[in-house]
């Protein structure tokens, strides 16, 4: 699971807040009890003064009177759980009883923070992005035209193909998945289609990175001039499980995002992590651009598909 390092630190924090909301709420209710019940209070107290005696005993190397401190504060322990038990309070749990609440179990993440992970990543996901109006179920074919166009291809046809496509992309990942690249004007479903890959795959517990490439290469690019040594934007990049990249070709033209654009592509193809990428440019102005040593790179590891047809954005503002 590769999710930022901010989302794994919210999830550790999210484990000890819930934990120290439970203790909280223990301790306001223990001490409601010892207003309550006076003896209670007084079983406490005794305990509490066994404690010390107990430390003088063992100073003193007195292993006979330690023994019957030990018996005593045996018998107020229970008599102090009986009065709980009774109370109907209970002491705080672990959050999670596998982990002990550490986090790690056998030196690795245990599930209890991948769990909280997933939960907190696609709730920002959910937050930035409009998730909720996009899905497979919403992509509409009828805005594709049935009729052959000039080119003898007919738009609908490969819609289709595209659709079930992203389908299978999403059904596969993160195995035996290519990486995608979709070509197209503006308006015929490309960001649609890979908003609809990001929530199927962020719902399956995936850690994925969705940006225009001049926000994704433009936070990359300012964390290397700004030469604090932090690499969590270009990480990010390079390491979430699955990376989108919306609009490609309408960032800012430089020869650092030329390189990094490279870098991630490259680096994404060498460790199996797929990649989906979105643009208006065609693949001649693609490797005009950033090229062969990219569009290579595309022919080899990605799917690509050019969808075709009418701006569905004007089509739809036509009808309202
Ligand atoms: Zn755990």
Redesign the pocket.
Same mark, same amino acid.
């Given at each position: 699971m590769g999710y930022r390092k901010e989302i794994y630190d919210k999830a550790f924090k999210l484990i000890a807040d819930t934990k120290k909301k439970e203790e909280g709420k223990f301790a306001a209710s223990l001490a409601e009890l010892r207003g309550i019940d006076k003896e209670f209070y007084k079983i406490e107290l005794a305990l509490a003064n066994y404690g010390s005696q107990i430390i003088g005993a063992a100073i003193s190397g007195d292993s006979q009177k330690l023994a019957e401190i030990k018996a005593e504060c045996d018998k107020l322990n229970a008599q102090k759980a009986e009065k709980l038990r009774a109370s109907g309070l209970r002491q705080p749990t672990f959050? @999670?009883e596998? @982990?002990k609440?550490?986090?790690y179990?056998g030196g690795k993440l @245990?599930?209890?923070?991948k769990d909280a992970a997933k939960k907190i990543a696609f709730e920002e996901l959910s937050r930035s992005l409009p998730l909720e109006s996009c899905g497979f179920e919403n992509f509409d074919l009828n805005y594709y035209s049935d009729k052959q166009d000039s080119d003898g291809a007919i738009p609908r046809k490969r819609a289709v193909a595209v659709l079930n496509l992203c389908k299978q992309f999403v059904e596969n990942f993160p195995n035996d998945c290519r990486s995608l690249l979709f070509i197209g004007d503006a308006g015929l479903g490309k960001t649609h289609l890979s908003l609809s890959i990001v929530k199927e795959i962020s719902a399956k517990g995936y850690g994925v990175v969705y940006g225009s490439a001049q926000n994704l290469f433009g936070a990359a690019e300012k964390e290397h001039f700004s030469f604090s040594g932090e690499s969590t934007a270009l990480d990010s990049l390079l390491e979430c499980d699955l990376l989108v990249i919306d609009d490609l070709g309408t960032e800012f033209y430089s020869s650092f995002a030329a390189s990094l654009f490279y870098n991630i592509v490259n680096s994404r193809l060498l460790s199996g992590r797929p990649t989906v990428i979105n643009t208006n440019l065609g693949f001649d102005e693609l490797e005009k651009r950033y090229t062969a040593r990219i569009t290579s790179r595309f022919i080899g590891g990605y799917d690509m598909r050019t969808l075709i047809g009418s701006d569905i954005r004007q089509i739809k503002a036509l009808e309202r």
């Open positions: 959050y @999670c596998k @982990c609440d550490s986090g179990l @245990c599930d209890c923070v």
